[in-house]
């Protein structure tokens, strides 16, 4: 009995120390957020009333802070705009917003737009202070 016990009170710090420098090696995941669209590709007509992709952003690992969001095409004809431009996350918060976007009658059709989301964040707890990303949102123009 005294061999077991002896055993044991060697082995449990060891497998107290391996624990240890097993969770020391997993990463703690950095707060975050992340974009989502119900649709990402949208249609409309040159004159027509925008199209509106409804979008949100969700806190990830506790993210809290201010994010800014644009939004940029590269057709002179085809205009996009994000309403709200700043949200505030918090926690575990998902935050809606709006993308609008239309086409004048210049616009050429059919023919796919790409338009370019971005969020940027300025957060307090995240290295660095700044977390960013974007996506890609799709309109076709229709023609007349």
């Not at 969770?23 to 974009?35: E, G, K, Q, V």
């Not at 940029?72 to 575990?92: A, E, R």
């Not at 890609?136 to 123009?141: E, I, M, Y």
Request: proline share 8%; aromatic share 6%; net charge neutral.
């Amino acid at each position: 009995m005294k061999k077991i016990v002896s055993m044991t009170l060697v082995a449990l710090p060891l497998l107290f120390l391996l624990m240890g420098q097993s969770a020391a090696l997993s990463p703690t995941p950095l707060p975050d957020f992340a974009i989502n669209c119900a649709r990402d590709t949208l249609q409309t007509r040159p004159g027509w009333p925008p199209a509106t992709f409804q979008m949100s952003l969700a806190a990830i690992n506790g993210y809290q802070g201010r994010v800014r969001l644009t939004c940029v095409t590269f057709n002179p004809h085809v205009t996009c705009g994000v309403s709200p431009s700043w949200v505030t996350l918090g926690g575990d918060s998902v935050v809606p917003f709006v993308v609008a976007s239309a086409a004048d009658p210049g616009a050429k059709a059919p023919i796919e737009y790409a338009l370019i989301l971005n969020a940027t964040g300025e957060s307090s707890n995240t290295k660095g202070g700044t977390v960013s990303h974007n996506d890609t949102l799709h309109l076709t123009v229709l023609g007349q």
